[in-house]
Structures are given as C-alpha cells and as structure tokens.
C-alpha cells in the first residue's frame, strides 16, 4: 500500500526537506546551522542558536545517511556533531547548553533534560550511521548525566529541568506555552525516545564487536567497538522503566489520552489536556521502545496499550486526513491548526498499526495524511514545510520555516520511516 508514497517522500526528503537546510541553513561564517529563517523566508543570520534544533539536525543527516549513503549528508551530520561538542557541550558541569548565540557563545546554561536527551538521540544516530567512538563517549556521558540528575529516585520518572550546576531551577518550563510542572509527558517522551535508540545502537555494536571498548571522550575512532553487557544493561533497564511510566503513571486510564503535566507524586495538573499529535506519535514510539528491548511480556503488555492510545488520538482526525493539535477539555478550546509535525507524527503512527497489526484502515489513515501533507504543508517553492495551515486553508507565515523548534526532524523521520519499513 506505500509503494507509491514510499517513492515520494524519499523525493521530498533528499529534494524539499534536506536541500533547504543544506542550501539554505549552513552558517559558513561562525560554524554550524543558522538559528533562524523566519516564515516569509527572512534568514536571520544572528539568530540564537537553539539546542534543539542542532541536536534534531544532527539526528536527520545521520539517519539518512546512514539509509542513502551520500556523501553530503554524512558531511552535513559530522559539521552538527562537531559543532554541538564544541559549543553545546558544557565542560565544567556536563550536559548540554539550552541556547547560544549566533557566535557560539552560551546565552542560556539552563539543563532542561529533554534537550539532553535530544542531543543524546543525535550521537546515537550518528554512531548507528558511522561506528564514530567520540560520538558514543559523549552519548553515554549523556545517558549517565540524565540518570544522575533527572532520575526522581521517590517517585519514578524525570524532572524538567535544573539550573548549569544542577540546581532546582524555579522555571521548569519548555517553552512558554507549557505549564510549569516538576515533569511532562512530553520530556519522557523524548527521553524515552532517545534511550530506545541508544539501546538499539549498543545492540547493532555488541553484534559487530571487533575490538574492546574503553569509553574515553575524545578518542580516535577504531575499526570496530565493543560494548560492555553492563552498559547494554543500565539502557535497556532505564527503556523498560520508562515503558511503565507510560503505561502506569501518563497514560489516562479512563480516556487513554496520555495527560500532559504531573507534580512530583505524578498528580495530573494543568486539567484535562488532549494533545494529538503527542498521542499517535507516544502510540509508536512506545511500541519501539518495547520492540527494541525484546522482552515478550512488556511488549505483550504494551501492544494493546499503543492501539488504545492510537485509537483516542482519532479524537483529532478530520475528514480531509489531517489532525488537530491539541484541545482543552476543561475551558473547550480547540487548537484547530495544522501543525506540520502531528501530521508528520499522524502517518508515522498509523503506518506502524498497519505494519504490526495489519490494520488496512489505518494505512488508509496514514495514506489520506500524506496527501493533506503534499497538497497543503510541503513549500514546493522555498523548500521545507510550512509550519501550519489553519481550517480555512490559510498558511501560517507568522512561525518559523527554520528556528528553534522548526527543525529537519519530524519530517525527515516520516519520510525515513515509510522507507525503512515497507
């Protein structure tokens, strides 16, 4: 059933998504990626620079090249790498930097964890693509940083964030349009996220040992690395305790929604929230996460679960194969625009269903999204995605087409996915 979409996201991937950034986003100047290129196609080339977006382009030029091979994309992921260990990196106290500015310099030492764990699933991909030993260092480093410092050893889970010295910080937020709640769904989803690849990366190198492997940050790649079963065990460990946080503490059992925010003793706060597009892209990445750990019980455990979650995140379907944002249960408001990555999420999740458990209806699902995604976000002619479209079919130009949280990511891994998959 995607043989024909497979062949056109591969075209949209190398031709829209990857073109813009490699054309239009490299700062040859100062080093890296430009922060910025606002919605009318402004490059704002003394924008911040976000640790995000430079850790979501280093994980979609490794992935595709590690799919495709060419030679551009590798280059393009190794000028992320490096420019996240040299500027990102903090060398006192470890972790990540959440902003710099357009010169490299850190304008926001904040640790907030979901971009740690964005820059960990960077390094993963990038080691899954290039058996690079510095990257694998940096991305265990990661994974033990988080584990020291978000880990709640009371009541399970990963707080938001801390201060550069790993202080209790008073503004835990994402971003401004977040609650300010000790932990979210969100952060767990993309720690989970992460920690999935990680363990997936140990796994491809355990089965292609060549040679012992002594973690030293800065080293010269080998021939081949060999992964402790130790280090193989504290990820897959730290993936199945993630899986049931999800299961048992996010995951709303009346509605089977995934609520949003939560105090430290996992209370619901914020009220009844429904987000979407986290829903079908939970409902996938959940199933990974049990799929790479292997163990039958939690993956008999959670594969009704992903179907539940995928099935409430209907809720947000419109007829035409898009998919609303989020909703408000409590006040009823509705955000109603488009929003590139839940559609980008929405044919991900539904392809999986199909994949998994031949569900034809939800390939039809994913299918009618990637026609709303050709017809209505894809700029044909300044490349990349636009970030929405409201109901009436207008194109929001007001957010970024490249900024801090507009990134080569959502996007590239729909198209990598279909490919990979089918």
Request: proline share 3%; charged share 25%; hydrophobic share 40%.
């Amino acid at each position: 059933m995607f043989r024909q979409a497979k062949q056109e996201m591969r075209e949209v991937l190398e031709n829209n998504i990857l073109s813009f950034w490699l054309t239009k986003m490299q700062d040859h100047e100062n080093g890296g990626f430009y922060g910025q290129m606002k919605g009318d196609g402004t490059l704002v080339p003394t924008a911040n620079k976000g640790g995000i977006l430079n850790a979501r382009i280093l994980w979609s030029f490794s992935a595709a090249y590690r799919v495709l091979r060419k030679p551009e994309y590798l280059e393009a992921a190794t000028r992320a790498k490096d420019y996240i260990l040299t500027h990102f990196f903090d060398e006192e106290y470890g972790g990540t930097y959440w902003e710099l500015d357009y010169l490299g310099r850190p304008v926001d030492t904040k640790k907030q964890f979901y971009a740690l764990g964005f820059a960990l699933y960077g390094l993963s991909e990038y080691v899954r693509a290039t058996g690079d030993r510095e990257a694998l260092d940096y991305a265990i480093a990661l994974f033990d940083t988080i584990e020291e410092h978000a880990l709640d050893h009371e009541y399970n889970g990963y707080i938001e964030a801390t201060t550069r010295d790993w202080q209790p910080i008073a503004d835990m937020r994402l971003s401004d349009l977040d609650e300010n709640y000790p932990k979210s769904q969100n952060t767990h989803l993309h720690i989970i996220e992460p920690y999935t690849n990680l363990l997936r990366c140990l796994q491809e190198l355990h089965r292609a040992e060549s040679c012992d492997y002594v973690p030293s940050i800065g080293a010269i790649l080998p021939t081949g690395i060999s992964v402790p079963q130790e280090t193989i065990d504290r990820v897959a460990a730290a993936v199945r305790n993630l899986i049931g946080i999800f299961t048992d503490k996010i995951l709303n059992p009346e509605t089977h929604h995934l609520d949003l925010f939560f105090e430290m003793d996992w209370t619901r706060g914020a009220g009844q929230l429904e987000s979407y597009g986290h829903d079908i892209e939970c409902s996938w990445l959940m199933h990974e996460a049990a799929l790479v750990l292997g163990d039958a019980a939690v993956l008999a455990k959670v594969e009704p679960i992903v179907r539940l979650v995928a099935k409430a995140s209907e809720k947000g379907l419109n007829p035409d194969g898009s998919m609303l944002h989020e909703a408000n249960v409590d006040t009823g408001h509705v955000d109603v625009d488009r929003h590139w990555w839940v559609q980008a999420e929405n044919v991900v999740g539904w392809a999986n269903l199909y994949q998994y458990f031949g569900d034809t209806d939800a390939a039809k699902k994913a299918l009618r999204c990637w026609e709303y995604i050709k017809t209505n976000l894809i700029d044909r002619e300044g490349g990349e995605w636009f970030w929405s479209r409201d109901p009436e079919g207008n194109i929001n130009r007001k957010d970024d087409k490249a900024g801090f949280w507009k990134c080569p990511y959502h996007n590239s891994r729909m198209c990598l996915e279909i490919m990979e998959r089918f």
